[in-house]
């Protein structure tokens, strides 16, 4: 944290963003990791003109532990770098021409003060009776402060962050709930967010506050700030180098209530522009939404995007490639996930080209659809914005990982195994014990990241790699289908826990045996009452199913459950405000995968998405699904191309269509009806406008070509 002349510089906080800083020692680990990776290190840039006076100017750094020196959780290992070290330039450039550069150097000064610990899991522990006073003064007296030590450097290159900071973004007054039999009092925010605790307090000198935030439904884990009163007045203490997921926070060791104006939640996350929005008129949906949004926030600190804000705070590849569409659907992630990407090249080993489940790297489990992501989110970031650079820039990498999956395959050219010791889950969370074979999943995403392969190929101009990528993906296919594959009784496996969804979502599935087991699906979604039975990467690919075989009517039923396992059975049942890492709420209750659930609402309620003959370009596709209950829907999406937007409503016998396409782009809307003499625009049939290109009907619609503007159909029926 950065002052000049006592003003914080800024509005940044825990800066800079998380990156792979240095070599280190890795001990401990759950499994085997062979290091190979590569290192990066961020600085942030200011201009600090107006904060600078004639005379004397005094720079003040207080340097955090962050996740360089991070010590307080070692379950996946001991993976801390070193202490905290400082690398400073200021520019001067005067009125007459010339720069004069101030750097960080053995000159300057260092002590220690009030902020005792400071731990990203735990929190702080803050002793105002040793603050400095006013000590980023050009008159204050630093005798007593000891020369600073030149220290290595880290070995990761120096880059400037260009990916957004973390910042406050919101703050909340909580509602006072009780106080127990030991004084403790407990504050409710409303909601489950991510960021801190404002108080202000007064008491004796030496009196210990106890700050401990709370999960909704759940406990504490370890997240607590400890404040210790120097007793003149009142006191205003707010943590710098951590922070909490919470929804309660318990304050004990003051003698007195404290007021709810006295405490302030302050909403802490990487400050990205929200660019979407869903609304309809089933309230359930409407709080998934909410939900997702909120959960998804709570995981975004350092532009990575976390398992959980409070137990692990990974950048788990695996959650992260799930959820991609629903990411970019709502927030703008272009500059975010490029600062990701790296990250993935930088963790991966790069001898053999495995890519980790966590990046930047921090231990943990997962199997080959974690590191997949590598592969995944290039491609969606691609279809979504457009950006062929992200493809050329990790093309190299990307196809190492390929290539390393093919080295894990057994006899039979299926994927068994990743790193040595290390775990395949096949898919996690599922609402049963897992029974879903590993090596299935392992290897239709093997498939996948290779068909993947061969269109990001097509779409760089490399026909050879191209050729060769399609050549194993219809190797890879047929390994599966020979392997998992019961042509008599239409299934994979058993079919259940997602087993015949991954090979008809990755088009595994042989065309002619595609109805058959689609069958077997909608047969096995009815004896489980229809409802999920699937894992994080499963759930999605259930909607996914259904939907693109005309059952869309089936997803929404299993997206309307209220009973377990299904959404509404936590989030209405429980009145829960973030999404849960298990349907039965064990573990950790803010995980953003599930929210994967969302991309839904966007792609076939309101029907908008990228054109899939057009990737990566300005065309998308307005496909409503209207035949529900629904009785309105509308998203919107700022694309990088501008606005896609996308409302219906019913109205007696006629379907209102309110659609906007950005300028330079063109829809191909999907009308639900059977005649095109059945869409009218203020009042005259479309079909006879030149401004509208009828392209002919589609699984009982009919399908327009629609250049840029604001447009309001009339669908009659």
């Not at 600090?48 to 959780?73: A, E, F, M, P, S």
């Not at 990228?610 to 307005?622: K, M, R, Y």
Request: with cysteine.
């Amino acid at each position: 944290e950065l002052m000049l002349n006592g003003q914080k510089i800024g509005d940044q906080v825990l800066a800079p963003a998380q990156t792979n800083y240095d070599r280190r020692k890795l001990q401990k680990l759950i499994y085997y990791h062979e290091d190979q990776s590569r290192q990066r290190v961020l600085y942030n840039t200011f201009d600090v003109t107006k904060q600078l006076k004639q005379g004397g100017n005094v720079i003040g750094i207080v340097l955090g532990n962050g996740w360089y020196n991070q010590r307080d959780r070692s379950v996946e290992g001991c993976m801390w770098y070193n202490t905290p070290r400082l690398l400073f330039q200021m520019e001067l450039i005067y009125s007459d021409g010339h720069k004069q550069l101030v750097c960080s150097d053995k000159t300057w000064k260092m002590t220690t003060g009030p902020i005792r610990h400071d731990g990203i899991f735990t929190g702080e522990l803050y002793d105002a009776r040793l603050e400095l006073g006013e000590w980023c003064r050009a008159a204050y007296d630093d005798q007593n402060w000891q020369m600073a030590k030149e220290v290595n450097a880290p070995t990761g290159k120096l880059q400037a962050q260009l990916a957004p900071p973390d910042r406050i973004t919101r703050t909340i007054h909580p509602t006072y709930l009780n106080t127990n039999a030991s004084g403790a009092c407990l504050f409710d925010a409303g909601e489950m967010i991510s960021g801190w605790v404002q108080i202000k307090m007064h008491g004796q000198s030496g009196d210990t506050v106890r700050i401990r935030h709370i999960e909704e439904l759940g406990g504490d884990y370890h997240q607590m700030d400890n404040y210790i009163l120097k007793g003149s007045g009142e006191e205003i203490y707010e943590p710098r180098f951590t922070w909490h997921a919470f929804r309660q926070v318990e304050i004990s060791g003051l003698k007195y209530r404290p007021k709810e104006e006295e405490l302030l939640v302050k909403v802490v996350h990487t400050d990205v522009v929200p660019v979407g929005n869903f609304e309809c008129s089933n309230p359930l949906f409407n709080q998934i939404y909410q939900n997702y949004l909120r959960t998804q926030l709570g995981n975004l600190h350092g532009s990575i995007s976390s398992d959980c804000p409070h137990r692990e705070r990974l950048g788990y590849t695996g959650d992260g490639q799930v959820a991609v569409e629903a990411a970019i659907c709502n927030f703008d992630l272009t500059r975010f996930y490029q600062k990701w990407f790296l990250d993935m090249d930088d963790a991966r080993n790069h001898r053999i080209g495995y890519v980790p489940h966590t990046v930047p790297f921090g231990g943990g489990g997962g199997g080959p659809a974690w590191g997949s992501a590598y592969v995944i989110m290039p491609w969606e970031y691609y279809r979504y914005y457009g950006d062929k650079n992200v493809l050329k820039t990790h093309y190299d990498g990307m196809k190492q990982w390929v290539e390393y999956l093919g080295t894990r395959c057994d006899s039979a050219g299926i994927v068994v195994r990743e790193e040595p010791r290390g775990w395949c889950l096949g898919d996690w969370a599922t609402p049963e014990k897992i029974k879903l074979s590993p090596e299935l999943v392992n290897t239709c995403y093997y498939f996948h990241v290779t068909d993947l392969m061969a269109r990001i190929a097509a779409v760089l101009g490399n026909q050879k790699d191209e050729k060769e990528f399609r050549l194993l993906a219809a190797s890879i296919k047929n390994n599966i289908n020979k392997k998992f594959y019961n042509q008599k009784a239409a299934c994979y496996l058993d079919g259940k826990q997602g087993a015949n969804l991954f090979p008809m979502v990755f088009g595994i599935t042989p065309e002619a045996e595609r109805p058959l087991v689609f069958e077997t699906i909608v047969k096995l979604l009815k004896q489980q009452k229809n409802h999920f039975d699937t894992g994080i990467l499963a759930t999605p690919m259930l909607l996914k199913v259904l939907t693109y075989n005309g059952r869309a009517d089936l997803a929404y039923e299993v997206m309307n459950q209220k009973d377990f396992p299904g959404y509404g059975n936590y989030i209405i049942g429980e009145n829960a405000t973030t999404l849960w890492e298990n349907w039965d709420g064990t573990s950790s209750h803010s995980h953003p995968m599930y929210g994967s659930v969302v991309a839904w609402f966007f792609t076939t309620l309101a029907g908008i998405s990228p054109d899939p003959l057009h990737s990566g370009g300005t065309d998308f596709v307005i496909n409503p699904f209207t035949d529900n209950e629904l009785s309105f829907a509308s998203a919107s999406y700022h694309s990088v191309y501008g606005m896609r937007s996308s409302a219906w409503k019913k109205e007696k016998n006629t379907l209102i269509l309110t659609i906007e396409i950005s300028v330079n782009s063109s829809a191909t809307i999907h009308f639900p009806c059977s005649k095109p003499e059945q869409v009218e625009e203020n009042g005259h049939s479309i079909l006879k406008s030149p401004e509208f290109k009828f392209l002919g009907r589609q699984n009982g619609k009919v399908l327009f070509r629609v250049g840029s503007g604001k447009y309001r159909f009339m669908v009659k029926k």
